[in-house]
C-alpha cells in the first residue's frame, strides 16, 4: 500500500520531474545547485577554521617559548600556516630594512616598515578567511526567491490546466499545485542552512582574525623592543632587537 500511494502522488517529486518542463527543471538545478555550494563552502570552511585555531594554539604556545626567531619560525608547521607567514613576513621586512637601512631610513624607520609588511600579509589572511561568505550570504538571500520564482510557475502551469479543462476540479490542478509547494519548500531548504552556516562562519572567523591580528602586533613588538609585550622571547641581552647583533642571534 506504501508503494502504491507513493505512485499516485501527484502532489509529489516523482510528479513534478515527469510532468515538469524546462522551466521547472532549470529552476529546480539551480536550487540543487546552490545547495551543493552551500554545504561545500560551508564543510571547506569550517575546516580550514578549525585548521587555523589549532595553528593559533600551537603558535601562542610554542612559538614565545622559543630561544630564537629561527628556532620558533621551524615549530610553526604547514605551508598555509598564517602565523608562520607573519613571522616570516616581519622577519624578512626587519632584514630588508636593516640591508639597506642608509638608503631607507630617512624614508620610513624599521617600526613603520615591518608595520606595514605584517599590515599586508594580516590583509591577505583576512581575506582567504572570508573567501566564500558572500557566496552563502547570496545564496541565504537568493534562494526563496528562486523558490517562489518555482511557486509562480506552479502556479500558471495550474491556471492553464484549469483553462484547458474548463473547470478547476482538484485533479486537474493537483500536480501544478504540487509544483508550487515542492518549489517553495526547496527555496527555504536551501536558504536557511545558507544564512545559518554564514551566521556561524562569521562568528568564528572573527575570533581566528583577532587572533591573527594580536599574533601580528606581538610578532611587531618584538622585532623592534625584543619582548613579546610583557612576557618575552628569550635572546640575548647583549643586544636589543632593533640591532644587527640581534639579527645574527636568530
Known amino acids: 500500500m506504501p508503494e502504491q500511494a507513493a505512485t499516485t502522488n501527484v502532489y509529489g517529486l516523482g510528479a513534478l520531474i515527469s510532468n515538469g518542463d524546462f522551466v521547472t527543471y532549470s529552476t529546480l538545478a539551480i536550487l540543487i545547485i546552490m545547495s551543493l555550494l552551500t554545504w561545500f563552502i560551508m564543510i571547506?570552511?569550517?575546516?580550514?577554521?578549525?585548521?587555523?585555531?589549532?595553528?593559533?594554539?600551537?603558535?601562542e604556545k610554542e612559538f614565545w617559548s622559543s630561544t630564537s626567531l629561527t628556532d620558533?619560525?621551524?615549530?610553526?608547521?604547514?605551508?598555509?600556516?598564517?602565523?608562520?607567514?607573519?613571522?616570516?613576513?616581519?622577519?624578512?621586512?626587519?632584514?630588508?630594512?636593516?640591508a639597506n637601512k642608509t638608503r631607507l631610513a630617512g624614508a620610513i624607520d624599521t617600526s613603520e616598515w615591518i608595520s606595514e609588511a605584517l599590515?599586508?600579509?594580516?590583509?591577505?589572511?583576512?581575506?582567504?578567511?572570508?573567501?566564500?561568505?558572500?557566496?552563502?550570504?547570496?545564496?541565504?538571500?537568493?534562494?526563496?526567491?528562486?523558490?517562489?520564482?518555482?511557486?509562480?510557475?506552479?502556479?500558471?502551469?495550474?491556471?492553464?490546466?484549469?483553462?484547458?479543462?474548463?473547470?478547476?476540479?482538484?485533479?486537474?490542478?493537483?500536480?501544478?499545485?504540487?509544483?508550487?509547494?515542492?518549489?517553495?519548500?526547496?527555496?527555504?531548504v536551501v536558504a536557511v542552512p545558507a544564512v545559518l552556516g554564514y551566521n556561524v562562519l562569521l562568528r568564528r572567523n572573527k575570533n581566528v582574525q583577532e587572533r591573527i591580528t594580536h599574533f601580528a602586533h606581538e610578532t611587531h613588538a618584538y622585532l623592534i623592543s625584543g619582548a613579546k609585550l610583557g612576557l618575552g622571547m628569550e635572546k640575548p641581552a647583549s643586544a636589543p632587537i632593533g640591532s644587527k647583533p640581534a639579527v645574527a642571534a636568530r
Do not use: C, W
Request: no cysteine; charged share 20%.
Open 119 to 188: 599590515s599586508r600579509t594580516t590583509d591577505m589572511v583576512v581575506g582567504r578567511l572570508q573567501a566564500g561568505l558572500p557566496v552563502l550570504a547570496s545564496v541565504g538571500a537568493t534562494a526563496p526567491f528562486v523558490g517562489l520564482f518555482g511557486t509562480v510557475i506552479g502556479i500558471y502551469h495550474a491556471l492553464i490546466q484549469i483553462s484547458a479543462a474548463g473547470e478547476g476540479s482538484i485533479d486537474k490542478v493537483a500536480g501544478p499545485v504540487g509544483e508550487a509547494l515542492i518549489m517553495t519548500a526547496f527555496g527555504l
Open 44 to 59: 571547506t570552511k569550517f575546516i580550514d577554521q578549525g585548521r587555523m585555531r589549532r595553528q593559533a594554539g600551537e603558535a
Open 72 to 98: 620558533a619560525l621551524g615549530k610553526l608547521k604547514g605551508d598555509s600556516n598564517p602565523f608562520r607567514a607573519l613571522a616570516e613576513t616581519g622577519k624578512l621586512a626587519y632584514e630588508h630594512h636593516e
